[in-house]
């Protein structure tokens, strides 16, 4: 005899993909993004994101940012979700616009988590360690070239 396969409810599929995306807001995105919240007012507290805006003031001028959107370049490169929390931290607290947000956009994502992809990908795929920083390197190109054309269309 033949084994009749049955095909599941769609509703069935629907909350499953339902528990797997709560499940990974709450245990991925969420924490990242709560983290950057928290980075960023410890940074204005102590006074370092004013200093971090002075110091990266030069730098990111030529993309059309201030300096404090260094902060969340630096956000990127550690977790997406933590730069998107870093950039609402930095517009609520008026350091950025809705301007610098579509720069930035791009850079996020080409940037994206590369500390996290280094050891979960890279080391495991065997990339040869002496590849990794040029690869960075690429990506951090990549990310100011699109930050300047952004910067030109906006």
Do not use: C
Request: no cysteine; proline share 4%; glycine share 12%.
């Amino acid at each position: 005899m033949s084994e009749v396969t049955k095909k599941p409810m769609i509703t069935d599929v629907f909350v499953a993909g339902a528990r797997k995306g709560w499940n990974i807001a709450v245990t991925s995105t969420v924490p990242n993004v709560l983290m950057a919240f928290v980075v960023i007012k410890a940074l204005k507290i102590t006074g370092l994101l004013d200093m971090m805006g002075t110091v990266f003031a030069p730098v990111m001028a030529v993309v059309g940012l201030p300096g404090e959107a260094a902060a969340v370049l630096m956000g990127a490169w550690m977790s997406m979700g933590g730069a998107v929390g870093v950039a609402v931290s930095l517009f609520d607290s008026g350091h950025l616009t809705g301007e610098h947000l579509a720069i930035l956009a791009p850079a996020i994502y080409l940037m994206g988590s590369q500390i996290q992809y280094a050891g979960r990908i890279l080391g495991v795929v065997g990339t040869k360690a002496k590849l990794i920083p040029i690869m960075i390197g690429f990506s951090v190109l990549n990310a100011f070239i699109a930050m300047f054309l952004m910067n030109i269309l906006v």
